[in-house]
């Protein structure tokens, strides 16, 4: 039997809604603890991405969000290995490239974020300058700062 029309959209997978789910519940809590969001799921250049560009004071912080339905295999940060830090890396220079260096400090910090979406209440620990930037990433003299 042929069917006509268009495809059903295939369903998110279960691993990708709770990663949304889990960045909405980072950005809230980042909300509540005083920081304005400046964007989710900034793509700077062609093949990284920043889940949150966020500032507090002088302070222009990059947020990667790591969840995890349980800490049964360690804290939800330690998935986040060298490889990924260098990415993160060349995507908020790429970001503070095309910002012409806003004259702030820069950080990276780690949201985790443990639970599943029918959970009441998942557990959120912030990691400021979760880790640093690379020596390689240089800035313009008198611009930018890292923290």
């Not at 603890?33 to 093949?47: D, V």
């Not at 998935?79 to 910002?99: C, D, F, G, P």
């Not at 985790?112 to 240089?138: I, L, S």
Request: hydrophobic fraction near 35%; include cysteine; charged fraction near 30%.
């Amino acid at each position: 039997m042929k069917l006509f029309g268009k495809k059903p959209a295939p369903e998110k997978l279960r691993s990708t809604a709770v990663g949304e789910w889990g960045e909405q519940v980072a950005s809230a809590a980042l909300k509540r603890a005083g920081y304005t969001l400046l964007g989710h799921n900034i793509r700077p250049n062609k093949h990284d991405e920043i889940d949150i560009v966020a500032r507090t004071g002088e302070t222009l912080v990059f947020v990667e969000v790591k969840t995890r339905g349980s800490e049964d295999f360690g804290r939800p940060a330690t998935a986040i290995k060298s490889e990924k830090r260098h990415a993160l890396n060349r995507a908020a220079a790429a970001y503070l490239r095309k910002a012409n260096y806003p004259d702030l400090y820069y950080r990276f910090d780690v949201v985790e974020v443990v639970g599943q979406p029918e959970d009441k209440e998942p557990v959120v620990t912030h990691v400021e300058n979760a880790f640093p930037f690379e020596r390689r990433f240089k800035f313009p003299a008198g611009r930018g700062r890292c923290r």
